[in-house]
T-cell receptor, first 114, second 115 residues
Framework: NAGVTQTPKFRILKIGQSMTLQCTQD?????MYWYRQDPGMGLKLIYY???????DKGEVPNGYNVSRSTTEDFPLRLELAAPSQTSVYFC?????????????FGQGTRLTVV | AQTVTQSQPEMSVQEAETVTLSCTYD???????LFWYKQPPSRQMILVIR??????QNATENRFSVNFQKAAKSFSLKISDSQLGDTAMYFC????????????FGQGTRLTINP
């Protein structure tokens, strides 16, 4: 029962470096999301996807990019990391079925940009 | 745009007491879900309870229940017989179940259960 898996769990980046946060789900969910959570705050939507090949911007997309080549994978790319991107990042997936809907979350990636 | 507001940044109660967390939301849609998620210090996001907007009956899950007032756009969470393990951040969230199906979160309420 893997659910939503994020890697890495922790990462320290230097200003200007780039990295990709990986997210994969094994529940065949169409909908996937990336959120960031700053200390003591709620989750803000960065990007989301309604299916393979379809992505769209959320509330705070600047400085990030995503792709969705398969149903399972939804990587988040940070280009030219800045201290303002220090945060905890969550990937999530959801479904809509006869029993309703629910979102499942990964365990989060704590990213520090120094 | 959909927004979710939690007006209580922090709350603290004694073990075994009942506590109610408030949440209001704004939307022009009719077909949506509301959720309460719990985030303990491990930072795992755990679904506590969910409510379908078209159901008038309030959802309950053991010690957790909601008071869903659709006309007032209010969705409060009641925790009965609170336990030390209930200490966590609680987030109210909203999802329109058509189109993009974006999940929008409130700012959270930090709940502390004291022994």
């Amino acid at each position: 029962n893997a659910g939503v898996t994020q890697t890495p769990k922790f990462r320290i980046l230097k200003i200007g470096q780039s990295m990709t946060l990986q997210c994969t789900q094994d529940m065949n969910h169409n909908y996937m999301y990336w959120y960031r959570q700053d200390p003591g705050m709620g989750l803000k939507l960065i990007y989301y996807s309604v299916g393979a090949g379809i992505t769209d911007k959320g509330e705070v997309p600047n400085g990030y990019n995503v792709s969705r080549s398969t149903t399972e994978d939804f990587p988040l790319r940070l280009e030219l990391a800045a201290p303002s991107q220090t945060s905890v990042y969550f990937c999530a997936s959801s479904y809509l079925g006869p029993r309703g809907t629910e979102a499942f979350f990964g365990q989060g990636t704590r990213l520090t940009v120094v | 745009a959909q927004t979710v507001t939690q007006s209580q940044p922090e709350m603290s109660v004694q073990e075994a007491e009942t506590v109610t967390l408030s949440c209001t939301y704004d939307t022009s849609e009719n077909n949506y879900y509301l959720f309460w998620y719990k985030q303990p210090p491990s930072r795992q996001m755990i679904l506590v309870i969910r409510q379908e907007a078209y159901k008038q009956q309030n959802a309950t899950e053991n010690r957790f229940s909601v008071n869903f007032q659709k006309a007032a756009k209010s969705f409060s969470l009641k925790i009965s017989d609170s336990q030390l393990g209930d200490t966590a951040m609680y987030f109210c969230a909203f999802m329109v179940i058509q189109g993009a199906q974006k999940l929008v979160f409130g700012q959270g309420t930090r709940l502390t259960i004291n022994p």
